[in-house]
């Protein structure tokens, strides 16, 4: 296994993609120390993705792009604009609401951090705020769709994991709208004492509140059937996938007329691009789970963590610190594939309940997007706004500081993650 993840990091570093350092790392680990044929290689890629509620992944992608491209992003964005436009920093409390709101329906962090950046940023440097400092805050804003439902990081560690996804769905709720909330506190502290720049809140207007809020409610709805269907067993994670995507495009194309047919084709070619581009890391992925389990690693795993970690709280100390490495490095897919199978059952047999640690890990993974070097959503916001990732990345200190504190809170309160799952399934 040293040499299974001494070979991927070592070609990673390499510039080497994701899926064929995966693939080649694996591919040697068995030649080397296996006599297994290497038929398994096929069959473990072929397996990895030979899962219908997989199937959800392409269809939250496509419903999200759908959303991106049909009005209903704006409609979001002018609703938080009415809702807490008036307070000091109100285009950093608009890129918050919006992120949370848009978390509710596409499940793609990147995605929803490209509708962000593209809508608010150019109005954020007509109004001289801080652009690094607003391109750090669309990137938190944009992870959040990493933690509330429907995720497609959730989806996948409930697959993984043998778990329920309308659990896991619901364990993310609370620790998303605290990270919510203590992103708006945070941006208001910064705004509060940045200058006149942020000193732009436009005066509260019930009458404007009312009036876009009827404009969005058919865009609110998506959320309220995608969760709702799923908790309340009407449909399956799949199923409501695939609803997403009509409801979404039937608002877009009849009741906002913003899409056009004529609009669809390059929207389904981006939605295979980027799903293709998820699954076949899923796909190599399953190679390094089954190494895994064949190699022993999980009990070699479970011995050194039983030795530096004697409680619950020190091991969860530990995987924390680990989680937010590896996701400085790792793209979240490929994380959970390699490393959910290792600590899962090291966390159950701590007496850790498996929905409060997928939903941790699918945190911990969250914070791996805007910090550097891998930061997906730091990179996609950063490029909307023009700006070198560098240039960025010294400002995502204010998102990092709140979202850590609900890392925390998620770790040593359960109730935080399992007051809802619990309300509901037991």
């Known amino acids: 296994m040293s040499l299974a993840f001494g070979g991927f990091a070592l070609l990673i570093f390499s510039g080497m993609p994701i899926v064929l350092a995966l693939g080649v790392a694996a591919l040697v680990t068995i030649v080397a120390f296996t006599d297994v044929p290497l038929t398994i290689i096929a069959q473990r890629v072929y397996g990895g993705v030979n899962s219908f509620p997989l199937m959800a992944i392409p269809f939250f992608v496509a419903a999200g792009l759908i959303m991106e491209a049909g009005g209903i992003a704006r409609r979001f964005v002018e609703l938080a604009t009415a809702l807490v436009g008036w307070i000091t920093g109100s285009l950093f409390m608009v890129a918050i609401t919006t992120g949370?709101?848009?978390?509710?329906?596409?499940?793609?962090?990147?995605?929803?951090t490209a509708a962000i950046s593209s809508i608010l940023v150019p109005e954020m440097k007509k109004r001289r705020y801080n652009v690094d400092m607003a391109v750090s805050i669309i990137a938190a804003s944009g992870s959040m769709a990493?933690?509330?439902?429907?995720?497609?990081?959730?989806?996948?560690?409930?697959?993984?994991?043998?778990?329920?996804i309308g659990a896991m769905f619901l364990g993310g709720i609370g620790p998303g709208l605290l990270i919510s909330a203590s992103l708006l506190f945070g941006?208001?502290?910064?705004?509060?004492n940045g200058g006149e720049a942020y000193r732009d809140a436009e005066p509260f207007s019930l009458r404007r509140l009312?009036?876009?809020?009827?404009?969005?409610?058919?865009?609110?709805?998506?959320?309220?059937?995608?969760?709702?269907?799923i908790v309340g067993g009407v449909f399956t994670a799949t199923e409501?996938?695939?609803?997403a995507v009509f409801v979404t495009l039937g608002i877009s194309c009849f009741i906002y007329r913003e899409l056009k047919i004529t609009d669809l084709g390059p929207l389904i070619l981006r939605t295979v691009s980027l799903s293709a581009a998820v699954l076949i890391i899923v796909s190599t992925a399953s190679i390094f789970s089954w190494i895994i389990a064949s190699l022993g690693v999980t009990r070699a795993l479970d011995g050194w963590l039983r030795e530096v970690a004697s409680s619950p709280v020190a091991f969860l100390l530990v995987v924390n610190v680990l989680l937010l490495?590896?996701?400085?490095f790792m793209e979240s897919i490929s994380a959970i594939l390699i490393l959910l199978p290792v600590l899962m059952p090291i966390a159950v047999g701590y007496g850790i309940d498996p929905v409060q640690f997928g939903v941790l890990m699918a945190l911990n993974l969250s914070i791996g997007l805007i910090t550097p070097p891998y930061g997906i959503c730091l990179y996609v916001a950063s490029m909307v706004a023009g700006r070198r990732i560098e240039q960025a990345a010294s400002k995502v200190w204010l998102p990092l500081?709140?979202?850590?504190?609900?890392?925390l809170m998620t770790a040593f309160i359960p109730a935080v993650t399992l007051f809802l799952p619990n309300l509901v399934y037991r």
Do not use: E, H, K
């Open 325 to 328: 490495v590896v996701g400085m």
């Open 240 to 243: 409501a996938a695939c609803i």
């Open 187 to 192: 941006a208001w502290l910064y705004a509060r």
């Open 146 to 164: 990493s933690i509330i439902p429907p995720s497609i990081v959730m989806v996948v560690i409930a697959i993984t994991s043998n778990q329920s």
């Open 401 to 407: 500081i709140p979202m850590v504190i609900v890392l």
């Open 210 to 229: 009312w009036r876009v809020f009827i404009d969005a409610v058919p865009a609110l709805f998506v959320p309220v059937i995608i969760v709702g269907g």
């Open 100 to 112: 949370t709101g848009l978390a509710a329906i596409s499940g793609s962090g990147s995605a929803d």
